[in-house]
């Protein structure tokens, strides 16, 4: 759910970025060209549009990347059929193992090893 937050965080504010560039780079032009303030106004109000339009552009992608990985988390989650999204449930729908203890040391050791795990004598 975190990354679903963080990546609409940063879509938003990728999306507020680039609208606020598009505005400043008309106003800002407009402004430059009706004001007299020359080619450098111009070109200085164009740089800043430019360098706001990457920021936004860059945030919104990587925005829309992390919404993007958290459904197809959960698209790989319905296909597979995991029933449970936290450990416990992972751990109730896990089914019951079968372990063999040690005639030596008592240890619990899976079925299907021949040795003890801990004291390497034959189970």
């Known amino acids: 759910m975190t990354v679903l937050l963080v990546g609409a965080l940063f879509t938003i504010i990728g999306i507020v970025i680039i609208i606020y560039a598009a505005f400043g780079f008309i106003t800002g032009t407009i402004g430059a060209a009706l004001g007299g303030g020359g080619v450098l106004g ?53 089914t019951s193992e079968i372990r063999v203890r040690c005639q030596n040391c008592g240890r619990l050791n899976p079925e299907f090893v021949k040795f003890c795990m801990s004291c390497n004598k034959p189970i």
């Open 42 to 94: 111009i070109f200085s109000t164009m740089m800043g549009a430019v360098i706001l339009f990457v920021i936004g552009g860059v945030l919104a992608g990587v925005g829309g990347w992390l919404m993007r990985l958290w459904w197809i988390f959960l698209l790989v989650g319905a296909v597979t059929g995991s029933v449970g999204n936290t450990a416990r449930d992972r751990e109730a729908v896990r």
